[in-house]
């Protein structure tokens, strides 16, 4: 399904719209860590899902200047999908 994305600097940014929903009575998922990022996802009176995420995470920042090409980069994939990593990026090279 589709939703609507927005970001937010941080936690502490996330944590205060997560209360503004709760203070409309909005149906939300509360805030989930998602490894990459921490977000919330809520319904408006229209339906649309939205999700608030922050921008900050725990995968390292990647120094693109020290590849050559895009291509050259490392794959960061969350801890849950490092079991299929090959899978993936076997697939990937299919694309």
């Known amino acids: 399904s589709h939703h609507l994305a927005i970001t937010v600097q941080d936690r502490e940014e996330l944590e205060e719209?997560?209360?503004?929903?709760?203070?409309r009575n909005f149906k939300s998922s509360g805030i989930k860590d998602r490894e990459f990022f921490q977000s919330t996802y809520y319904r408006e009176p229209n339906n649309i899902l939205i999700e608030v995420a922050t921008l900050e995470g725990h995968v390292p920042k990647v120094d693109h200047e020290k590849y050559a090409s895009f291509d050259e980069i490392p794959l960061q994939l969350p801890e849950f999908l490092e079991a299929r990593r090959g899978f993936i990026t076997d697939n990937l090279k299919r694309l």
């Open 17 to 23: 719209i997560d209360a503004k929903i709760n203070e």
